[in-house]
């Protein structure tokens, strides 16, 4: 466990020495927040409800950290730094524990400053908010291990279109964070929850609402997604590691 602390440790600092990356991920989805939110109280009718507009946001602005992530070991794998470690008692499972344990906590300020946010926005405060902000976490651990999966197979170059561009969109369109998904169709709102962003959205609506219809599904395909993506990420990063030896 040490060998793993030493490791993320490091990664804490790689990852602070590009603090405007860091400010605008935790910045981005306040803006838009306050931005759909101030269509909705111009617009007629209640285009967004806070109440299910800001999950949504908080698990979409999560969707950053799979290119936080995948810049970090691609950057990493790119260089001698890696090679290096490579003689070292860590194992695979180090190295990509070793860079996720840093941006989970990371990820749990941007859901604090999204739902603070929300609070001055005229979100009722309540013991649910808190629990919302904790049921990020999931989602926060699936798109970093879509990251870590992404940057253990590609170049920088690569990482930077996959999740810097398709991810994003995917992820925006997909999940149902500012649309009803019934809106484009039950074809497309059945193949959207096949994946897990959907699934993300609506554990953070439950956990903020109370409303615990399909709660355990939500969570059990999120943290499943989570769950496989880091045992891929484990092995592919381990068949770069024979390739490079």
């Not at 989805?29 to 007629?44: D, F, K």
């Not at 936080?68 to 190295?95: C, E, H, N, Q, W």
């Not at 059990?220 to 880091?230: D, T």
């Amino acid at each position: 466990m040490k060998r793993i602390t030493v490791f993320a440790h490091r990664n804490v600092l790689e990852l602070l020495r590009d603090p405007l990356t860091i400010v605008f991920g935790a910045a981005f989805p306040v803006v838009l927040l306050l931005l759909l939110t101030l269509i909705s109280r111009n617009a007629p009718g209640d285009v967004f409800k806070i109440e299910t507009l800001t999950p949504g946001i908080a698990t979409f602005g999560l969707s950053f950290f799979s290119l936080f992530a995948g810049m970090l070991v691609s950057k990493d794998r790119s260089t001698s730094f890696l090679m290096r470690l490579y003689a070292s008692p860590l194992t695979s499972t180090d190295f990509i524990l070793g860079y996720t344990l840093p941006l989970l906590p990371l990820a749990l300020v941007q859901a604090c400053l999204c739902y603070a946010a929300a609070l001055a926005l005229g979100l009722p405060f309540s013991a649910a908010t808190l629990r919302a902000i904790v049921l990020d976490l999931p989602a926060a651990l699936l798109y970093i291990a879509l990251g870590l999966l992404a940057g253990s197979l590609l170049n920088d170059k690569q990482v930077g279109g996959l999740c810097g561009a398709l991810l994003t969109n995917v992820s925006a369109l997909c999940s149902g964070a500012w649309f009803p998904l019934d809106l484009v169709g039950k074809g497309f709102r059945t193949a959207c929850y096949c994946l897990p962003f959907a699934h993300a959205v609506d554990l953070g609506r439950a956990a903020l609402s109370g409303n615990y219809d399909g709660f355990g599904i939500h969570l059990a395909v999120v943290c499943g997604y989570a769950a496989a993506l880091i045992v891929l990420s484990v092995v592919a990063f381990r068949l770069k590691t024979t390739e490079r030896a």
